[in-house]
């Protein structure tokens, strides 16, 4: 059976490899396209793979004829759509997921932030199996549990250690832009790129992984090479892992044709290049934003969006060269501190958080400047 699937964050890193994916698979039909503001590649794409809806969230100016933009989009481009690809960055991704939520649709889930900022309102959808997992990580946990009857003591997912584990601690604070960008083994969009060397997504993933194992104890550990994406531990004294190449397409194709068997062969199956596979703890004083959201995450409430606004405002300040690299971990801390956290109970709570957070965000880039 054919299956219709909406891309939101076309333009994006996931999104483009999303795109070809589908276009590789018979059994999978491009529904929808949707970005924030890239008119000229959403216009290539719209041309090149001819979805039903093409929209765009935040135009520079008028939308030409055949794309469509306003306050109802999202359902627009959710509507008819059998699986929804959310390739969305930041918070502004969580409004879809609660769409899919409140619809039935099932999510392949490449916006962390979602299960971040508003895991709660996602609970039913994840008990209900809607939500799989696009995150390498969590893709890798998702398999390594598929059907796996005996009982499980941990979790343990790897981290590259990002562009920052090779620099000198004491040259981190002010590690330029470029340096930072230039992640050893995955390519990436720029927020999960920054998030990487700070840790800040590990630490999202270990809260994205509490959400999505409930219950189960998740742990960290760096691994340079990026081929073991994670590991199962269990009870019986042994554990799974999945191996491979750095390469987001394999989950994102694993998560869009689940449960399906089919497999058109689209990432590349050459032989590993096992070389020497390192594991080692996480150090702290190379990456303190880990610790401080991995904080926030325990502490949860509205923490966690809150940790989330922070560091979007703070690694927009730094890519725009205002703020060093270090001082992103000094503005969540500094926004975290001042935060007066709610229990989640809907959407708005979390947004109202996410708007009070970066105000306070802004105002400490400002006095950082
Ligand atoms: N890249 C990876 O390898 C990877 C791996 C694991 C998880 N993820 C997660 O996947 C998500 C996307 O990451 P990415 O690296 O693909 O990011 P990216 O390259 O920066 O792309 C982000 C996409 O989201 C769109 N977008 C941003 N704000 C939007 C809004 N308000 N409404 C609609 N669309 C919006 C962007 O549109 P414009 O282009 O028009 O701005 C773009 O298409 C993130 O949550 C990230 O943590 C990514």
């Not at 933009?69 to 390739?87: C, F, M, R, S, Y």
């Not at 947004?351 to 400490?364: F, K, L, N, Q, T």
Request: with cysteine.
């Amino acid at each position: 059976m054919i299956r219709k699937v909406a891309v939101l964050g076309s333009t994006g890193s996931i999104g483009t490899q999303a795109l070809e994916i589908i276009h590789a698979c018979p059994e999978l039909e491009l529904h929808s396209l949707l970005c924030n503001r890239n008119l000229d590649l959403l216009l290539k794409q719209k041309e090149q793979y001819a979805p039903l809806v093409t929209a765009i969230a935040s135009p520079r100016g008028e939308c030409p004829d055949g794309v469509i933009t306003g306050p109802e989009i999202l359902q627009k481009v959710i509507d008819g759509a059998d699986t929804v690809l959310n390739a969305i960055v930041g918070s502004a991704g969580l409004r879809a997921s609660l769409i899919c939520r409140d619809r039935g649709i099932t999510l392949a889930l490449a916006n962390k932030e979602s299960l971040v900022v508003g895991g709660e309102l996602l609970r039913d959808h994840i008990s209900a199996g809607g939500i799989i997992p696009v995150d390498s990580e969590h893709s890798t946990i998702f398999r390594c549990l598929h059907r796996e009857p005996r009982p499980v003591r941990s979790i343990v997912l790897t981290a590259s250690g990002g562009s920052a584990r090779d620099i000198p601690v004491e040259k981190l604070q002010t590690a330029g832009v470029d340096d930072i960008l230039n992640h050893p083994t995955w390519d990436m969009g720029a927020r999960i790129t920054v998030d990487s060397a700070t840790m800040v997504n590990k630490a999202f993933e270990v809260i994205e992984a509490r959400w999505l194992f409930g219950g189960i104890q998740v742990d960290v550990v760096v691994h340079p090479q990026s081929i073991v994406h994670s590991f199962v531990r269990l009870e019986d004294g042994s554990w799974k892992a999945l191996l491979g190449k750095p390469d987001m397409k394999v989950p994102v194709q694993y998560a869009l044709q689940y449960p399906g068997r089919e497999l058109e062969l689209i990432s590349d199956d050459g032989p590993l290049d096992w070389g020497t596979l390192e594991f080692s703890e996480l150090d702290g004083r190379r990456y303190p934003a880990f610790d401080i959201v991995m904080r926030a995450g325990q502490d949860g409430k509205t923490f966690p969006a809150a940790a989330n606004a922070a560091d979007e405002v703070a690694v927009a300040a730094f890519l725009a060269g205002k703020i060093s690299f270090g001082d992103i971990a000094v503005v969540i801390e500094e926004v975290l501190t001042g935060h007066e956290a709610l229990e989640i109970s809907d959407h708005e709570t979390v947004m109202e958080a996410d708007r009070e957070s970066r105000i306070d965000a802004e105002r400490i880039v400002r006095r950082l400047c």
